[in-house]
T-cell receptor, first 110, second 112 residues
């Protein structure tokens, strides 16, 4: 079992729809959770971090964390073609180790 | 402006050559990382450092070596480049006690 698993893509949504990206992790002691966006040919860019159960909103992005279910998600509201990218989930354990998921590629169609 | 830099951005080199990929950050971060990523594929951690004179191998076996003599500088060296080393190499840094990582622009290496 991989330490961090993301829903297999690619994911395609129409412009204006909600895109939902999911991530599960295996280490129950994990404390910090991150979402990165990576455009094709570019390096990853941090877009959201979440540390407590519940929702965290930043503009059109909402990160959701459920530690009991070992599940973290990213919702993108009013998706735009410029949101088309690969989204990476990353988890940091209590021991300080950070692990990235394989990524989910999102395409937003005009 | 605090940032993380990588040079060169692109490198084409012949088999057997020794190369050093440079990574510097001006954010004062203690932790630094090197990742290897092929196009459309996942990130693979190849080396990391939690501070000066501290280096560790990552999850992906690599023939490269790293050094950390100064906080801001984390170069990666390939003693003898091979075509299998063709990839994108990403450097990242992170503050102590934090999990978020900040990535440099990457070096795209091609070994012919």
């Amino acid at each position: 079992q991989k330490e961090v698993e993301q829903n297999s893509g690619p994911l395609s949504v129409p412009e204006g729809a909600i895109a939902s990206l999911n991530c599960t992790y295996s280490d129950r002691g994990s404390q910090s959770f991150f979402w990165y966006r990576q455009y094709s040919g570019k390096s990853p860019e941090l877009i959201m971090s979440i540390y407590s159960n519940g929702d965290k909103e930043d503009g059109r992005f909402t990160a959701q964390l459920n530690k009991a279910s070992q599940y973290v998600s990213l919702l993108i509201r009013d998706s735009q073609p410029s949101d088309s990218a690969t989204y990476l989930c990353a988890v940091r354990t209590n021991a300080g180790k950070s692990t990235f998921g394989d990524g989910t590629t999102l395409t937003v169609k005009p | 402006e605090a940032d993380i830099y990588q040079t060169p951005r692109y490198l084409v080199i012949g088999t057997g050559k020794k190369i050093t990929l440079e990574c510097s950050q001006t954010m004062g971060h203690d932790k630094m990382y090197w990742y290897q990523q092929d196009p459309g594929m996942e990130l693979h951690l190849i080396h990391y450092s939690y501070g000066v004179n501290s280096t560790e191998k990552g999850d992906l076996s690599s023939e490269s070596t790293v050094s950390r003599i100064r906080t801001e500088h984390f170069p990666l060296t390939l003693e003898s480049a091979r075509p299998s080393h063709t990839s994108q190499y990403l450097c990242a840094s992170s503050p102590s006690g934090a999990g978020e990582q900040y990535f440099g622009p990457g070096t795209r290496l091609t070994v012919t």
